[in-house]
């Protein structure tokens, strides 16, 4: 990560905030991505499972193993594609036996979705350690069973001593080990961008028009959802005047109080098609119908347009990935099941 | 490919070949990986693609790129996963809406695939850039039509101004010129291994077991098809008197002359399940399999054993890849269709 932080340290080194807009933006709850791993640690919870290099470097290997899944075909990465925003620019999630999402749900980045305070558009799940269990078991995800998976792991004898030199060499490597290895892996994968830089006090990293922008964002009412770190991540009534386009696509009606997920707007431009269907992929359009959906209110064509210059400044630099070497599968691996 | 070839250069210094077996080796028509990219470029035809540093870095980018396909999930990567010795490792290859390959074909791995005389099962191709158009356009793979390839590219600025900087500002991106560009980035996926640095004059970089191995190998006849620098490669009958044990599964019968491709044996241990419809599992088997089919005779579980150890040490170092970040698609771009 050090590369990212280091991006942010020069850009503010020196700089004053005099521009009233840092003031307004912070004021209406945003906040930039810390410029120090020290400081965004402070901001998760990073208690119950700490990163330390040698469990990233293994939840890398293991976010990117398709032999996590029953096909031995489907990735983490295959939905959340760390070349493509963290998603995977479909509508609905397609998984195991090419099976679309029953419900037609759309894939959530996973870049910054550390700083969501709930993970899935239900938000039924409090972290990304619990959250990586789901989509592994799955069926028409990755479709693998608990015992499947550990037992992959388990038949692979360089996996082992990793996850020994991660935890020790009493470490009993089960399911939810597997699952918080993943998550502290993903927890790392946090990206700063110039928008960042201006919050913390560079008024020259962002244009006049982004800035403009970012005052239309504001003003509209966008920041009552879109605040915070992930300028999203917290639950919020969607749609409950049913105004949204394509609310008859797929059956989600939120968790049990109507209540959806705000997707994070870091990366917007990068994670096309929008919403929890997946069914807007303009993202002018977006901001326009979440005028229409959430603030009760026409957003003209030229203002859509100053929030998507603006929005656009939210694409951040991605962590440095080296693509990992995967330790070969041995006669005591359990074979792929591609039907 | 720095790093790799100052690995074997380092572990060639100051050797003196006085080990019998490498002359024998060498005899039997076994040839090193070159320990620099000058004398690979000397036995590779790189007069009409030259590789050139951005070429590579956009032909890396197109190539874990699933935007090719017609779905927008099936990269080069999806069936030739650099992480897992450039396979995907099950039998028959799964492509668009999870079609297997209508011959039980397995999918070969692309590392070290520049020193193939032939490229796919049966040598239809005569490398790699005309190989590359192959699978983009099959229906069972990626499905993409070369107009849908190329539209998409072009939708993509990025891309666009990447093509100008490989090619000159007048280049015409075709269907072609995307293939090729993949090609010259398969082209630097060579992985020299301690066999290499043996055949180079470094006794000791081969156990005394790996060598007997490879005596072995030699002396049985396995060098006849699997020779060369690849180990494999070139075209060879297979399977004339139907020995082969699960002959029946799938329809391939090799080319017009039932000529098969030879598989390289390089990073074996991590290619299974093995053979042309992808069948066979354990390289033991693999071994005493090709001793009745192609040499007709049986190879004891004690000589296999030690091809088989021989076979390991051709496990070779991967490049160093940077994931790449893709830049996003745009309003023009073609959506994906996955039905």
């Known amino acids: 990560m050090k590369k990212t932080f280091l991006f942010i340290s020069l850009l503010t080194v020196g700089a004053v905030a005099t521009n009233p807009l840092i003031k307004q933006a912070i004021d209406a709850g945003l906040k930039p991505i810390p410029h120090s791993e020290e400081e965004i640690l402070k901001l998760i919870d990073n208690s119950k499972n700490p990163i330390t290099k040698a469990k990233v470097e293994l939840g890398k290997k293991l976010y990117f193993d398709p032999r996590l899944s029953k096909s031995g075909l489907i990735s983490c990465n295959t939905c959340h594609n760390l070349a493509l925003g963290g998603v995977d620019g479909v509508e609905a999630a397609i998984g195991h036996k090419w099976t679309a999402n029953p419900h037609h749900l759309n894939s959530p980045t996973v870049y910054n979705s550390v700083f969501n305070k709930k993970q899935f558009w239900d938000g039924r799940s409090p972290d990304l350690e619990?959250?990586?269990?789901?989509?592994?078991?799955?069926?028409?995800?990755m479709a693998s069973p608990k015992e499947l998976v550990v037992g992959r792991i388990d038949s692979i004898p360089q996996y082992v001593s990793e996850f020994k030199e991660a935890y020790g060499?009493?470490?009993?490597?089960?399911?939810?080990?597997?699952?918080?290895?993943?998550?502290?892996?993903?927890?790392?994968?946090?990206?700063?961008?110039?928008?960042?830089?201006?919050?913390?006090?560079?008024?020259?990293?962002?244009?006049?028009?982004e800035q403009e922008g970012l005052k239309l964002f504001i003003e509209k009412g966008c920041t009552a959802c879109h605040t915070g770190i992930a300028l999203g991540g917290s639950m919020q009534p969607f749609d409950a005047n049913k105004q949204y386009k394509y609310r008859d696509i797929g059956d989600f009606k939120g968790d049990k109080n109507g209540m959806v997920k705000v997707p994070t707007l870091r990366n917007i431009e990068e994670t096309a098609p929008y919403f929890h269907n997946g069914k807007v992929w303009s993202l002018k359009e977006a901001v326009q119908e979440?005028?229409?959906t959430q603030l009760s209110m026409k957003i003209s064509d030229s203002d859509a347009n100053k929030i998507v210059t603006f929005l656009k400044s939210l694409t951040g630099e991605k962590p440095d990935i080296k693509y990992p070497v995967l330790a070969p599968s041995t006669q005591k691996t359990a074979k792929p099941e591609v039907k």
């Open 130 to 141: 619990n959250q990586a269990q789901g989509p592994i078991q799955a069926t028409p995800e």
């Open 169 to 209: 060499k009493d470490v009993k490597i089960d399911f939810k080990k597997i699952a918080d290895t993943i998550a502290t892996f993903e927890r790392t994968l946090v990206t700063p961008s110039r928008y960042d830089a201006f919050l913390l006090g560079d008024e020259n990293s962002l244009t006049k028009d």
């Open 290 to 292: 979440m005028g229409i």
